[in-house]
C-alpha cells in the first residue's frame, strides 16, 4: 500500500497543479509515525545530508553520530547514532520521530523539528528575544529531505 | 625543546580522522594552583543529584586547565587587577572608593563569595555579588550603577570572588531563601524554547557526553566570574545562563533577573563543596 | 576594555648565566580589522600591539612582530640567559602609535 | 581504533616531522591558497628551505579557535615565523632571537579560523632555512546559532 502512495500522489499532483504543504499542526501522527509526506513529493536525500551537519539548519549530528557522514567534523553522542536507521525505522516513522520525537518516545530531549506551539518562552530563533511567530525549525521540504536521507542510512 | 603540556608526546596516526571523539567523563587530572589543590570532585551529597559532583575544569582539555593553573598565564588576572585599582579609586558624589569603607580587599571580602547568593533581608530579595557591589555604588558612594555581566562588574565580582578562592561553596537555602531555592530548581528542570531543553537534558543527563564538538560538564559555577576563549573576557553566571538559555531557541532572561538570581542560588547548591575557583578559564 | 596593561612576570633575582623564563601579558582586544559591528554592520578598524621587545640593559633579547592572527590579550612568553644583574624593559606597541612599557629588574642571585 | 580527547593532549611536530613536507617548489596549498606561499617567499627570499629542525607544539584539537595556545622552537634559530595557512591571512608571528635569548623557542595564543595546519619556518643563524608544519583541528560550538 505505502509503496503506492508516491504514484497516487503524483497524479494527484499532476492534477490539482499546487500541493500545500502540511502545515505543522495538521500533522497526523499513529502511535508517533507520520504516514503521508509533509509535502507529497520525495524528499531529496543529498540535501538531507546538508541539513544533518549544518549547524544553522538541522545541526542532527550534534547529538548523534552518522558513519556516513565522517566528512562533517564533529558528531555528539547525546541520541544513538544513526546507522542503520533506515532499517530499523520505516519512512513514516522516521518523518514522525524528525517531525515530533516527542510523539514516539514520551519525555525524549530530542527536539520538534516540525512543530510550533506548546513551548516555553519561545525565542526568535537564536537571538535570545521573543518570537513574535513560531516557525518550525526545519520546513516540510526539509523534514522530507532528512527522512529521505535517514532511508539511506542501511547497515 | 618544548617544555609544556600541550606538546606531551602522541601518536602521529589520529591527524586524518575528522569526527566523534569520544569522552565519556571528566579527566583524572588534578587542579593546583600556588600549590593549593582544589577540590574538583567529591561524593554527591544528602539530597544531591549529582554523584560525584564535578567542577567544569575537569571537562576542559589540558591546553585549557593549563590556563587556570598559573595566575600569571590566566588572562582573567589582568581584569583582577583592573579592579583592584577600582577598589582604591574614589568615584560618585560622595568621595568614596570600596577601600573607603571595606578596607582591604584581601580582608575583608575573604569568604564573601562561598555564600552567594545570599538573602537580603533589608531588600526583602535574593541577592548575587552584583547586587551587593552596586548597592555600594549607588547608596554609599552616589556612583552609577555598573552594568550586568559587563566588564567592570565582571572585573569586580572576580577581585572579589578572589578572596574566597580554595573555599568550598556554601550556599544558605532555607529560610527566605528557599523559596528562591524552589523557584531555581523549577526552572533549572523547565524544558525552555523551541528546542525544548532544560538544564537538567543536558548537565545533569549527559553529563560527559559530547554534545557535536562540546564536552558536557555539570554546568558547575564554582569557577564565576569566568574568563572565556570564545568571548576572551570575564563572563558572569547569569551571563552564562543567558548563552545556555539563548542556545534553545527561547528567550532568555535577564542577568540580574530574580529568575537568574534564583537559578544562581539553586546551580551553586548543587555545587556545594566544590573549591571556589574564580577566576577560572574556561572555553 | 579601553584600559590596557601589561603584565610582566620575571624571576627577581637569577645568577648570571643562568637561563631564566620570562612570561608576559598585555590586556589588549586585538580588534583584527575584520569583524564587522553587529549593530551598524560596518567593519571595525584593525587596531592590534603590532610589536612586543624586550631589552636588556639596552642590548636587545627577544621581539616579536605581531599580526592580528594573535589572541586577544596577547601573551608572549620567551626566555633569557642572564648575563648579570640589570634592567629589563619591555615595549608594546599599538597601530594607534601608543607604546606601553614596563620595567623589571632582575637582581644578582 | 577507539580514543578519546585525552589521548589528543598534543604532540611534538618534531616527532612527526614526516608531515612536514617542504621543498620549496612544489609545496602546494592548494586547499587553502591564503597567499601562505608567498609568506614563505617573503620569508626566505626564495632560499630553499629544509624539513624538520622546527618544533611546532599544539593542541591536537583546539577547544576554541579564539585562543590557541601554541609554542615553537628550533636550535639555532635566528627568527621564526608561524603562519595559519587555513586563516583569512597567513601571518600570525614572527619571533626575532638574540644571543642574550636563553632558548630560541616562544609560545603564545593565537587565532585559527578553522581546523588547518599551523606552519613554522625558522631563520637560522647560518642563513639557512627551516620548516615544519602541524594540523590543528579547532572545534565548533556545541549548540545551533
Not at chain 2, 583582577?80 to 580587599?105: N, R
Not at chain 4, 600570525?92 to 623557542?105: D, H, N, Q, W, Y
Amino acid at each position: 500500500m505505502k509503496r503506492l502512495a508516491p504514484l497516487a500522489i503524483g497524479a494527484a499532483l499532476v492534477s490539482a497543479a499546487a500541493w500545500a504543504d502540511t502545515a505543522p499542526g495538521d500533522v497526523a501522527f499513529t502511535d508517533g509515525a507520520v504516514e503521508q509526506s509533509l509535502t507529497g513529493k520525495p524528499g531529496d536525500a543529498a540535501n538531507g545530508r546538508v541539513v544533518l551537519g549544518d549547524r544553522g539548519q538541522g545541526n542532527c549530528v550534534a547529538c548523534h553520530q552518522v558513519s556516513e557522514m565522517a566528512d562533517v567534523p564533529w558528531h555528539g553522542e547525546i541520541g544513538p547514532p544513526l546507522d542503520g536507521v533506515g532499517d530499523r525505522w520505516s519512512e513514516a516513522e522516521l518523518r514522525g520521530i524528525v517531525s515530533n520525537a516527542k510523539m514516539m518516545f514520551d519525555g525524549t530531549m530530542m527536539p520538534s523539528f516540525y512543530k510550533v506551539d506548546g513551548f516555553i518562552r519561545p525565542g526568535d530563533a537564536y537571538t535570545g528575544n521573543a518570537a513574535e511567530v513560531v516557525t518550525p525549525i526545519l520546513s516540510a521540504e526539509q523534514v522530507e529531505d532528512v527522512v529521505a536521507y535517514l532511508m539511506t542510512l542501511k547497515e | 625543546m618544548l617544555k609544556k603540556a600541550i606538546v606531551l608526546a602522541g601518536a602521529a596516526a589520529l591527524t586524518g580522522l575528522a569526527s566523534t571523539a569520544v569522552l565519556a567523563g571528566p579527566d583524572d587530572d588534578e587542579l593546583v594552583i600556588d600549590g593549593e589543590t582544589f577540590v574538583t570532585e567529591l561524593p554527591g551529597f544528602e539530597g544531591s543529584p549529582l554523584d560525584p559532583i564535578y567542577s567544569g575544569w575537569r571537562f576542559r582539555d589540558d591546553a585549557t586547565q593549563a590556563l587556570e593553573m598559573d595566575d600569571f598565564e590566566n588572562p582573567a588576572f589582568v581584569f583582577v587587577e583592573q579592579a583592584a585599582e577600582s577598589w582604591e579609586t574614589v568615584e560618585g558624589t560622595e568621595g568614596k572608593s570600596c577601600a573607603s569603607c571595606h578596607g582591604a580587599v584581601e580582608e575583608s571580602m575573604k569568604g564573601v563569595r562561598a555564600s552567594m547568593p545570599s538573602y537580603n533581608e533589608a531588600a526583602g530579595e535574593l541577592w548575587s555579588l552584583e547586587n551587593y557591589v552596586n548597592f555600594c555604588r549607588t547608596e554609599r558612594m552616589g556612583a552609577d550603577a555598573l552594568k550586568w555581566d559587563g566588564d567592570e562588574l565582571n572585573a569586580m565580582t572576580a577581585l572579589i570572588a578572589l578572596q574566597s578562592r580554595g573555599m568550598p561553596m556554601a550556599p544558605v537555602i532555607d529560610g527566605p531563601a528557599a523559596e528562591w531555592f524552589e523557584r531555581g530548581k523549577e526552572i533549572y528542570y523547565t524544558r525552555y524554547g523551541q528546542l525544548e531543553l532544560s538544564c537538567a537534558n543536558c548537565h545533569e543527563d549527559h553529563t560527559g557526553d559530547m554534545i557535536r564538538a562540546d564536552h558536557l560538564s555539570q554546568g558547575q559555577i564554582n569557577g564565576f566570574p569566568t574568563y572565556r576563549f570564545k568571548n576572551t573576557k570575564l563572563n558572569s553566571a547569569h551571563g552564562r545562563f543567558k548563552g545556555c538559555i539563548r542556545d534553545t531557541r527561547a528567550e532568555t532572561f535577564a542577568p540580574g533577573s530574580p529568575e537568574f538570581r534564583a537559578l544562581e542560588l539553586y546551580v551553586a547548591w548543587r555545587g556545594q563543596g566544590l573549591s571556589i575557583e574564580s577566576p577560572s578559564v574556561r572555553n | 576594555m579601553s584600559n590596557v596593561k601589561p603584565r610582566v612576570k620575571v624571576p627577581k633575582s637569577a645568577a648570571a648565566g643562568e637561563v631564566i623564563t620570562i612570561k608576559t601579558l598585555i590586556s589588549h582586544p586585538m580588534e583584527s580589522g575584520q569583524r564587522k559591528d553587529s549593530k551598524t554592520g560596518e567593519v571595525i578598524p584593525r587596531k592590534i600591539i603590532n610589536t612586543f621587545t624586550a631589552t636588556f640593559e639596552g642590548e636587545p633579547v627577544f621581539k616579536a612582530k605581531i599580526e592580528p592572527a594573535v589572541a586577544a590579550n596577547p601573551y608572549i612568553e620567551f626566555s633569557m640567559k642572564v648575563p648579570g644583574p640589570g634592567t629589563l624593559r619591555f615595549e608594546w606597541l599599538d597601530d594607534d602609535g601608543t607604546i606601553y612599557d614596563l620595567e623589571k629588574s632582575i637582581a644578582a642571585a | 581504533m577507539e580514543w578519546t580527547r585525552r589521548d589528543f593532549g598534543a604532540l611534538c611536530a618534531g616527532a612527526v616531522a614526516t608531515a612536514a613536507l617542504v621543498g620549496r617548489p612544489g609545496f602546494a596549498f592548494a586547499a587553502d591558497d591564503n597567499g601562505t606561499q608567498a609568506a614563505i617567499d617573503a620569508f626566505t627570499g626564495g632560499a630553499p628551505v629544509a624539513e624538520g629542525g622546527v618544533d611546532i607544539g599544539a593542541p591536537e584539537i583546539a577547544e576554541n579557535g579564539n585562543t590557541v595556545p601554541i609554542e615553537v622552537g628550533a636550535e639555532n634559530a635566528a627568527a621564526i615565523m608561524i603562519l595559519a595557512s587555513g586563516n583569512p591571512n597567513p601571518g600570525v608571528v614572527t619571533f626575532e632571537f638574540t644571543p642574550l635569548s636563553g632558548a630560541r623557542s616562544a609560545s603564545t595564543r593565537i587565532r585559527l579560523a578553522k581546523t588547518q595546519d599551523v606552519i613554522a619556518v625558522a631563520r637560522l643563524e647560518d642563513g639557512s632555512f627551516a620548516m615544519a608544519r602541524r594540523p590543528v583541528k579547532v572545534t565548533i560550538g556545541g549548540c545551533g546559532g
